[in-house]
């Protein structure tokens, strides 16, 4: 893989950089770095800390993956679209995405593995095919790579923030306007790790945001990212005193309404240029009944 660090980028760390190009976690990343797999400017650099510059060429090589030990699962799984080289899949709410400590079967991965011939090999036997991820508790549309060509490619893209990605929520009260925008670069919290916060040094972050319908104490609203930073759509609209209905993290203590299985964020449409045909691609796929139960119990009459 090779790349060319654009102002955005610069004073990421090579680690950070390698660990989002590439879907491997940043210890990964590190580990891959340090056995010099990454060159900047065309010599090898050895410190995950290194800090890139505007213009830096970046190049690192990703060893074939071990062969895999997840194991494939007769999961039901809706395809919304395959061809040779990606698919779009739909990924219910309550799915992780791929196996980790306390869930180590009956992901999205699991089910792929079982359902299409031939996944990428680029994030490893954890994460074949994954190219980007959705939280357990979000529904919706999720690209996946059949091969390490088109992921390379994908991963460009979502990295030029060049892959349309829009939501739908239903957030708690009422907004001041029809529309608007939450700016605030986003990191780890600084006391609670399993959460992400605003916080000074954290990346850069937006959220687009407009009201489709008002609801009874909510508001059912559509969010579109230029970033795609991990919780972004619940932490940016926690921060304007919205969160999402049903967050059980950037909620409120004791919700309005007693919403199960996690927020009703839902991802409803993707559009990409296809890396490989050149055909520009939109999908659009309406959230589960879960969410649609709940917009209609607060719909005002």
Known sequence: MKYTIANEDAGVRLDVFLARIADVTRSRAGALIKEG???VNGKTETKAGYALRNGDEIEFDIPEPAPAHVEAQDIPLRIVYEDSDLAVVYKPSGMVVHPAAGNPDGTLVNA???HLSGLSGIGGEIRPGIVHRIDKDTSGLLLVAKNDKTHVALAEKIAAHDIERAYRAIVIGHMKADAGAVEGAIGRHPSDRKKMAIV??????KTYWRVIEELKG????????TTGRTHQIRVHMASIG???LGDPVYGPK???YPVEGGQLLHAFRLGFTHPATGEKMLFEEEAEERFLVWKKKLTLT
């Open 242 to 244: 919205h969160p999402v």
């Open 112 to 114: 792929l593995l079982m």
């Open 254 to 256: 004791k919700s309005p």
């Open 37 to 39: 797999s990454a060159r």
């Open 218 to 225: 909510a508001t059912y609203i559509e969010c579109v990212l």
């Open 200 to 205: 000074p040094g954290g990346r850069e972050a």
